[in-house]
């Protein structure tokens, strides 16, 4: 157990549906953060918030909505999604935003549209 | 942020030391090479983190050259629960949505 929980473990949506990922850590820290991880390629980094203050970001589709109501809590919202949208989400924590490299990662969930 | 080189894939045996290699050429003065690694299906578990110096925690050791150029992550005795991807990182990685923040890594398969 890293500290950070997602929920739910496991998604399946259609493509006019609206759904919410769920992201919490009690470790303290103050900076959240949303990756997606496709089939057979690399972490990217979708968002970033610090003090729960999005970071300016201009490259994920708006199809993507996050929220950090509290410190605690991160919510990816989803509607209207692809086929392509498919992949492992993650959230992941960290003391503060200047030290990614110190990130707790959650389990992830797997998100499959259909 | 540097720019990381892994070798795309390494076999281990069991009980042996782990060597997984990384280079690291490009690296800054103020930039740290970090580790983690990820089990298949499961988030990135963060190993170890250095910046000059070697450093050892419970899970890993450290060793990075004197130039900072690459460095090395050693599993002193690697079990089968060991084999995942593990990926070498210089950061900070800071504020920019770089879409790549994790490159390929190295998938070590720890063979009994």
Known sequence: ???????????????T????????????????YWYKQSAKKPLELMFVYSLEERVENNSVPSRFSPECPNSSHLFLHLHTLQPEDSALYLCASSQDF????????????????? | DAKTTQPPSMDCA??????????????????????????????PQYIIHG?????????????ITEDRKSSTLILPHATLRDTAVYYCIA????TSYDKVIFGPGTSLSVIP
């Open chain 1, 1 to 15: 157990e890293t500290g950070v929980t997602q929920t739910p473990r496991h998604l399946v949506m259609g493509m």
């Open chain 1, 17 to 32: 549906n609206k759904k919410s990922l769920k992201c919490e850590q009690h470790l303290g820290h103050n900076a959240m």
């Open chain 1, 98 to 114: 200047l030290k990614t490299g110190q990130a707790f990662f959650g389990q992830g969930t797997r998100l499959t549209v259909v």
């Open chain 2, 14 to 43: 069991e009980g042996r030391a782990a060597n997984l290699p990384c280079n690291h050429s490009t690296i800054s003065g103020n930039e740290y090479v970090y580790w983690y690694r990820q089990i298949h299906s499961q988030g």
């Open chain 2, 51 to 63: 910046l000059k110096n070697n450093e050892t925690n419970e899970m890993a050791s450290l060793i």
């Open chain 2, 91 to 94: 950061g900070p990685m800071k």
